[in-house]
């Protein structure tokens, strides 16, 4: 059983920035990718970014350059940093941690999501 704890939402103007924290009550390093995703009022969940456990990183295109996601072995916490905000990134974002393919039992583990509005 995993439980993912996110923290560091809220609100923030356009171009602000914010940083969302993950906390696990895992090992992380065990997982096979580690990632936040995002559902806006009336939309399907997206990934935002993930980072496997080779740390091969992936980003949506809309947060390329903008969003940092990144890992803390030692604390089971993962982070992600996000810059230059726009009132598109408006969304209740969720941390995920995904077992991987090949093990037996429950694949995915979620948050309760943290919610960012950016709006001036």
């Known amino acids: 059983q995993v439980q993912l704890v996110e923290s560091g939402g809220g609100l923030v103007q356009p171009g602000g920035s914010l940083r969302l924290s993950c906390a696990a009550s895992g090992n992380i390093f065990s997982m096979y990718s580690m990632g936040w995703y995002r559902q806006a009022p009336g939309k399907q969940r997206e990934l935002v970014a993930d980072?496997?456990?080779?740390?091969?990183?992936n980003y949506a295109d809309s947060v390329k350059g903008r969003f940092t996601i990144t890992r803390d072995n030692a604390k089971n916490t993962v982070y992600l940093q996000m810059n230059s905000l726009e009132p598109e990134d408006t969304a209740v974002y969720y941390c995920?941690?995904?077992?991987?393919?090949?093990?037996?039992?429950?694949?995915?583990?979620w948050g309760q999501g943290t919610q960012v509005t950016v709006s001036s």
């Open positions: 980072i496997m456990r080779s740390d091969t990183i």
């Open positions: 995920n941690a995904d077992r991987g393919p090949y093990l037996p039992g429950r694949r995915n583990y």
